[in-house]
């Protein structure tokens, strides 16, 4: 499997931003897609799991009921759709994907979301 994200860009605080992965290659029911971050002088952070087969979904308390993870298995992307955004979401952002949550060994490159304040 290989990832292509895309989507970053600048935003204003409030605002909304939506980024999406391009997955090639087969993907297993089994397999966990993911979004991650890293944002200045901080550590990459697990911001949203997706399940590929079922579609089960995790979220950390810092994005939860604002950030939402889609999967379009026909088109073979995971959407990661940001609203509420606040300045500290400001980051680069990757997707990821791997067996399980936390456990990516795929990832694609980085695309980066600024919001400004």
Do not use: H
């Amino acid at each position: 499997v290989q990832l292509q994200a895309s989507g970053g860009g600048l935003v204003q605080t409030g605002g909304s931003l939506r980024l999406s992965c391009a997955a090639s290659g087969r993907i297993f029911s089994s397999t966990s897609m993911a979004w991650l971050r890293q944002g200045p002088g901080k550590e990459r952070e697990l911001i949203a799991n997706i399940r590929w087969g079922a579609g089960n979904t995790y979220y950390p308390g810092s994005v939860k009921g604002r950030f939402t993870i889609y999967r379009d298995k026909g088109e073979k992307t995971v959407d990661l759709q940001m609203d509420s955004l606040k300045p500290e979401d400001t980051a680069v952002y990757y997707c990821a994907a791997g067996t399980s949550v936390g456990d990516y060994t795929i990832w694609g490159q980085g695309t980066l979301v600024t919001v400004s304040s």
